[in-house]
T-cell receptor, first 117, second 113 residues
Framework: NAGVMQNPRHLVRRRGQEARLRCSPMKGHSHVYWYRQLPEEGLKFMVYLQKENIIDESGMPKERFSAEFPKEGPSILRIQQVVRGDSAAYFC???????????????FGEGSRLTVL | KQEVTQIPAALSVPEGENLVLNCSFTDSAIYNLQWFRQDPGKGLTSLLLIQSSQREQTSGRLNASLDKSSGRSTLYIAASQPGDSATYLCAVSRDSSASKIIFGSGTRLSIRP
């Protein structure tokens, strides 16, 4: 049973370009969360999605950032017109549906590290 | 607003010692608390999850305790090994959906051989 898969693991972009980060949750998991970790800081919640729905995007910047979790395929975090301050590690986590597994337990991917030149 | 604090930020101990990592949170209305391990350049691995109704959880050489009323949790590591070197993160959740998990900034642990 594969864990949470994120790609790319490393991404380099120049200022103004777009970054697309992908996350495939664990098999059977229907909830996906995105977090951002700046150097020497803790993880900050960005967005929580279920299939085809954004449940909570209160942690995501209002501009340039968007997320989706389509019916088929991985969840995607999209950053448009990247700036140097977007350089960070972006982690995806998934959790099982209610009634399965330990409630509220998260399983993390290994992260996508974005560097903006 | 929930705040999670982990002190110290870094800790170095010789191999074989027992040690305790601390986590404190400001709002005692939590649903659960998790301890994670993060190796450099890697993702997070869940170590222990304590539901709000529980007082402690154990896994191998690890024991995590929870005192909701005082807003504290400790992670006890017995007979430390160099392979335990990593950053340990504490995270609290206010509801069952885990949508608002708040992380501490971690304790960077180094075990000296």
């Amino acid at each position: 049973n594969a864990g949470v898969m994120q790609n790319p693991r490393h991404l380099v972009r120049r200022r103004g370009q777009e970054a697309r980060l992908r996350c495939s949750p664990m098999k059977g998991h229907s909830h996906v969360y995105w977090y951002r970790q700046l150097p020497e800081e803790g993880l900050k919640f960005m967005v929580y999605l279920q299939k085809e729905n954004i449940i909570d995007e209160s942690g995501m910047p209002k501009e340039r950032f968007s997320a989706e979790f389509p019916k088929e395929g991985p969840s995607i975090l999209r950053i448009q017109q990247v700036v140097r301050g977007d350089s960070a590690a972006y982690f995806c986590a998934s959790s099982p549906p209610r009634g399965q597994g330990a409630v509220g337990e998260l399983f993390f991917g290994e992260g996508s590290r974005l560097t903006v030149l | 607003k929930q705040e999670v604090t982990q002190i110290p930020a870094a800790l170095s101990v010789p191999e074989g010692e027992n040690l305790v990592l601390n986590c404190s949170f400001t709002d005692s209305a939590i649903y659960n608390l998790q301890w994670f391990r993060q190796d450099p350049g890697k993702g997070l691995t869940s170590l222990l999850l304590i539901q709000s109704s529980q007082r402690e959880q154990t896994s191998g050489r690890l024991n995590a305790s929870l005192d909701k009323s005082s807003g504290r949790s400790t992670l006890y590591i017995a007979a430390s090994q160099p392979g335990d070197s990593a950053t340990y993160l504490c995270a609290v959740s206010r509801d069952s959906s885990a949508s608002k998990i708040i992380f501490g900034s971690g304790t960077r642990l180094s075990i000296r051989p």
